[in-house]
């Protein structure tokens, strides 16, 4: 990896660490099923399905995805606070809210991706 591209790298996973870091530093809950993962998660999806998409219109070099795909989206959204919030639902026995968490979080982030997607798609092409 050059410099630059460490750089551009960096800077992306800084950026989403630290909106990660505020939209999740206080739960919130819907009954049992914390949100602000799921945000997120929904949301970096989001960014990515855009992103993608200009990706490929603009012919952008890589060291923008470094940075938006792999650096901020990848900080941004969190596979390991899905499975740790899951497990605390599957320790106290929640198993309705568990399925409810998984399947949202997959489902409305793919959802979100396509969403991201469509839109930029529906932009640029009219």
């Known amino acids: 990896?050059?410099?630059l591209e460490f750089?551009?790298?960096a800077g992306g996973s800084v950026l989403g660490a630290f909106i990660r870091y505020k939209i999740t530093e206080s739960q919130v809950l819907l009954?049992?099923?914390?949100?602000?993962?799921l945000f997120?998660?929904?949301?970096?999806a989001f960014v990515l399905g855009m992103f993608v998409i200009l990706s490929e219109q603009w012919n952008l070099d890589g060291k923008y995805s470094l940075f938006?795909?792999?650096g901020f989206c990848g900080s941004l959204t969190t596979m390991s606070s899905l499975a740790l919030d899951s497990s605390n639902l599957?320790?106290?026995?929640?198993?309705?809210?568990l399925?409810?968490?998984l399947l949202a979080n997959i489902g409305l982030s793919i959802g979100a991706l396509i969403g991201g997607k469509s839109l930029m798609?529906?932009?640029?092409?009219?």
């Not at 009954?31 to 993962?37: A, G, I, K, M, R």
């Not at 997120?40 to 970096?44: D, F």
């Not at 798609?121 to 009219?126: K, L, R, V």
């Open 121 to 126: 798609n529906y932009i640029i092409n009219g």
């Open 68 to 70: 938006a795909a792999i």
């Open 99 to 101: 399925a409810v968490n």
């Open 1 to 3: 990896m050059k410099g």
């Open 90 to 97: 599957l320790d106290n026995r929640h198993y309705v809210t």
């Open 7 to 9: 750089v551009f790298l």
């Open 31 to 37: 009954n049992t099923l914390p949100l602000n993962v």
């Open 40 to 44: 997120v998660n929904i949301l970096g």
